[in-house]
């Protein structure tokens, strides 16, 4: 028998020619059978071209299927697009090529076809694949659902995991902040309840006892921390302020510290200004805090108190 080393396009007939393969497929040696289909052909003599969207050059032998889908399509052919009613919507155009399930979904998105939206509060607009649960949640909001934070919570921000208040806003108490501190305090223990400081007028662990008359704020029934306008002291709020005070207000401790009337200096205003100093226009005529006079001195004064004869020493 004689044996030919043949060129892969050849093969030798029965009557032992030599004649070419299909130019469309590999071919045995003998016989010239197709053995394998080139590119995108497939049949028994491959004169059959594999479906468009398959994902290889090449498909089934004597079928036509395709061993791969491009992405965004699924099936045998390859011919059902991801996102048709029966398969992905929203997806990262990807999908099993037997169920057209959706093996990854875009950002947003949830669920076996991914058609579900992430919650709006998810960080980043992510959520679980399976569940929706979200990822992360943006500040504000808290839980798998992102709920919102209390409105209590100061700032609006709360643990992620338990929704509990960082701190709570003025008037409020409690791990979620939804408890009214009492009606006289104006803040309250965040775990208790208890009052910390008190509105205006009122002083005591429940906010229930009375300052003393003239005193705004106060520590207990005989030590004021601030008084009304017009009086002074630490004990109740018993002095007036200094006549020569301006409007009259003054400090805690007496002192006028919205400076002096015009004509006066000093902090409780009991030191006239000296008689020389120039007035302008009414306005006061020396330092509220060190007498100096302001605008000058009368004709025939110096100095920086205008207490000098102009020409002596």
Not at 37 to 48: A, T
Not at 128 to 143: I, P, S
Not at 259 to 278: E, F, M, W
Request: proline content about 3%; glycine content about 12%; overall charge neutral.
């Amino acid at each position: 028998m004689i044996i030919f080393n043949l060129d892969k396009d050849y093969f030798c007939k029965i009557e032992k020619r030599i004649e070419r393969c299909n130019p469309r497929c590999e071919c045995d040696k003998i016989g010239g059978k197709c053995l394998k289909c080139i590119g995108d052909l497939w049949g028994k003599h491959c004169n059959n071209t594999c479906p468009l969207h398959c994902a290889e050059p090449s498909c089934g032998g004597h079928n036509g299927t395709c061993k791969g889908c491009k992405k965004g399509y699924w099936g045998e052919l390859c011919n059902i697009p991801c996102d048709s009613v029966d398969s992905c919507k929203h997806v990262n155009l990807n999908c099993s090529q037997t169920t057209g399930r959706c093996q990854n979904c875009i950002n947003g998105f949830w669920g076996k076809f991914c058609d579900k939206k992430c919650p709006f509060d998810c960080l980043e607009a992510s959520c679980e694949r399976w569940t929706g649960a979200c990822e992360g949640c943006k500040d504000g909001f808290w839980g798998e659902n992102c709920t919102q934070c209390s409105s209590a919570c100061t700032g609006s921000m709360c643990h992620k995991v338990t929704g509990y208040c960082n701190e709570c806003k003025e008037g409020y108490w409690g791990h979620n902040c939804t408890s009214t501190c009492g009606d006289k305090c104006q803040t309250c223990s965040m775990n208790t309840g208890k009052c910390k400081t008190c509105v205006d007028m009122f002083w005591g662990t429940e906010c229930n006892m009375n300052c003393s008359k003239n005193c705004i704020t106060c520590l207990n029934d005989s030590h004021c921390t601030s008084c009304i306008d017009g009086y002074y002291g630490v004990n109740q709020c018993n002095e007036t302020c200094p006549s020569k005070c301006f409007e009259g207000k003054c400090t805690l401790y007496g002192e006028c510290y919205l400076g002096c009337n015009v004509g006066y200096s000093g902090k409780t205003c009991d030191r006239p200004c000296n008689a020389n100093c120039l007035v302008v226009n009414t306005t006061t005529s020396c330092s509220h805090d060190d007498g100096t006079c302001l605008h000058g001195c009368n004709p025939g004064f110096t100095n920086e108190f205008c207490s000098q004869v102009r020409g002596r020493c």
